[in-house]
């Protein structure tokens, strides 16, 4: 038996590669095996076994269209809240309707929280509102305990977040972004080279790392961004759209990127009105309809409940019930 030190999770004897987050699998120490030095090592913790047959290694593991990721990593029901949004008000101006009326949410430790809607519904001002690019009217949001209204600088440093726009300084190489994003939130160098070789593994930007972001396709922009988000490793991921415009390889990569990285303790936030993508990602799913909160989804619980649900026809029925 091997298992996974990056995620923990263990596998049968013949998988070599963690298909969650890529990582080598390593042998699972048997109870009184001897360490170094003679000293005994101690029986690794209790884990979920997954056995995935060669014909399942990474290179060449297919899974069906839609099917959900499988969430090996508990929720710990004691696990510290990352985020919470309370009864959050937003518009543009004062002659204008609300943006967003009275949403409300937390997101812990190890969840990714997904928010769901049509285009127009609310979900982009919602993340730009938690992330303290806009102002809000009303409610409160905080993120590791931080009010993001009074205490911004504190708030952002435990947070990376991509737009939808996928904005970066374009007269910068990819590398100097990268660089001046960690200079920003200050990961030192040899940290920050680790790191760099640890995004790099996934999104595989590869040689055009040293080129102008100007001369980048739409793809690979969004690539550069989320590496310059995760740089200092935040508590708080926050994406808009972040599966718009990748190629289907890079797409499954930040998936199993994203269940790895909330694995590990992180708290993942991203917005999206693809059906598939959230089903497959999220523990928890806040549904917006026309800037209001509709619904709170726990994905765990429904789909412990009943396997077969079918969420796309859940939404698409509530939707009509809407309209």
């Avoid at 937390?106 to 990714?112: R, W």
């Avoid at 409160?140 to 991509?162: H, L, N, P, T, W």
Wanted: glycine share 8%; net charge positive; hydrophobic share 40%.
């Amino acid at each position: 038996m091997r298992y996974c030190k990056h995620c923990g999770v263990a596998y049968g004897d013949g998988v070599n590669t963690c298909p969650r987050c890529r990582f080598a699998t390593v042998p699972f120490p048997a109870n009184g095996a001897a360490g170094a030095g003679g000293a005994p090592v101690p029986p690794a913790p209790a884990m979920t076994v997954v056995q995935i047959p060669l014909a399942a290694q990474p290179s060449s593991a297919v899974r069906p269209q839609g099917a959900a990721l499988p969430k090996t990593h508990p929720i710990d029901p004691d696990a510290k809240e990352v985020v919470k949004v309370s009864g959050l008000c937003k518009r543009y101006s004062r002659k204008a309707d609300w943006a967003v009326t009275d949403v409300s949410f937390t997101c812990k430790e190890g969840e990714i929280v997904g928010l769901l809607g049509h285009n127009g519904a609310g979900k982009s001002t919602t993340l730009k509102c938690l992330e303290g690019m806009i102002p809000f009217e009303k409610g409160e949001i905080s993120i590791m305990g931080y009010d993001v209204r009074k205490q911004a600088e504190k708030a952002k440093k435990c947070m990376g977040f991509v737009t939808d726009n996928h904005a970066a300084f374009v007269k910068m190489t990819g590398m100097q972004y990268l660089n001046f994003l960690a200079d920003v939130y200050e990961v030192p160098t040899a940290l920050r080279l680790k790191r760099l070789k640890e995004l790099d593994a996934v999104f595989q930007l590869g040689k055009p790392i040293a080129n102008l972001i100007s001369s980048y396709s739409h793809g690979m922009r969004q690539k550069i961004c989320m590496m310059g988000s995760l740089i200092h490793h935040p508590k708080l991921w926050i994406l808009d759209e972040p599966m718009t415009g990748l190629d289907p390889r890079t797409m499954r990569a930040v998936q199993d990127f994203m269940h790895s990285y909330a694995a590990a303790g992180n708290a993942i936030i991203f917005s999206s009105h693809a059906l598939n993508t959230v089903a497959k990602l999220c523990d928890r799913v806040v549904l917006i309809r026309k800037g209001k909160q509709v619904n709170e989804l726990d994905m765990r619980k429904i789909y412990g409940q009943n396997p077969n649900f079918d969420f796309e026809e859940y939404f698409l029925r509530n939707e009509r019930n809407d309209d």
